[in-house]
């Protein structure tokens, strides 16, 4: 017999102060609705998910999720650290086409690339402040 493990009450609740957490980045950065879905991982059509991560509903079920959130945290971290005096910049680089990105902005990078997408931008920012 498997047993059936229920999410701990404390869990959910930190993973639900990590979905507004990240919902509130992700407004910060004024990304239309299709590009915070596309940065999650989830359907671009699922407009609900982000509904109910903007209410604190646990975000990161799967490790995927759980794993983009803390990278989206990581780039966000690395912005204000290279930009301390400049939240505006901080806040729209994400949206900013970059020589680095074949003129892309760094949103596109995770649209084309998904998940690896995601990995290239954080590691290009961990490279900028010398990680």
């Known amino acids: 017999m498997t047993a059936v493990l229920e999410p701990q ?3 959910s609740q930190d993973r639900g102060a990590l979905a507004k957490m990240v919902m509130t980045l992700l407004d910060h950065w004024a990304l239309p609705t299709e590009d915070q879905a596309a940065l999650l991982g ?3 059509s699922n407009r609900a998910a982000l509904t109910r991560y ?3 509903e646990a975000i990161g079920t799967s490790r995927d999720q759980f794993e983009r ?6 780039i966000h971290k690395n912005l204000r650290l290279l930009f301390p005096q400049n939240r505006e910049l901080a806040y ?3 949206s900013t086409r970059n020589k680095a990105f ?4 760094p949103v596109e990078v995770v649209k084309a690339w998904g998940f690896a997408g995601l990995l290239m931008v954080r590691a290009y ?3 900028a402040r010398g990680v």
């Open 102 to 105: 074949d003129n892309l902005t």
């Open 125 to 127: 920012l961990d490279r």
């Open 42 to 44: 989830i359907a671009t």
């Open 54 to 56: 903007r209410k604190g």
């Open 92 to 94: 729209r680089w994400m």
């Open 69 to 74: 959130v803390g990278h989206l945290l990581g």
């Open 9 to 11: 009450p404390a869990v």
